[in-house]
């Protein structure tokens, strides 16, 4: 668990940054604390689709630029296998929080990533940033 900034409000997250990590995201959880959410991490920008296999919470699903910009917010179904497409082709970090959890905290479109945090982070993981366009 890390705490990153993101649009003057503070966000704690998982790091879901390795193929594995990303394909499981929420899967089997039944809570997730206000506040707290899962960042996945992209090599490179490109289209996304989030699904909700196996994910019994409702989520609030971010998609964000490689510069850390908050681009689209979508609600997403439980157990939905229909996928939730990115209206952007050039996502690089995904942001799951609890359904209307952007609203609550008072994120909005075009808020950013402090993409210093996600570095430290990665490197505190043994990643390294370089390999996600990151300093």
Not at 9 to 15: D, F, G, P, S
Not at 87 to 95: A, E, H, I, N
């Amino acid at each position: 668990m890390f705490v990153f900034g993101l649009g003057g409000k503070q966000v704690r997250a998982e790091l879901a940054a390795r193929p594995l990590e990303r394909q499981k995201g929420f899967m089997y959880r039944d809570f997730i604390p206000e506040g707290t959410g899962m960042l996945f991490i992209f090599e490179e920008p490109s289209p996304q689709k989030f699904w909700m296999k196996n994910t019994r919470i409702p989520l609030d699903i971010g998609y964000f630029s490689s510069n850390g910009k908050l681009l689209e917010v979508h609600a997403a179904k439980p157990h939905d296998l229909s996928g939730v497409h990115s209206r952007s082709d050039k996502v690089q970090f995904v942001l799951e929080l609890n359904l209307n959890g952007f609203r609550k905290m008072g994120i909005r479109i075009g808020d950013r990533l402090d993409l210093n945090a996600v570095s430290k982070a990665l490197r505190q993981r043994g990643l390294a940033p370089k390999e996600y366009g990151l300093p």
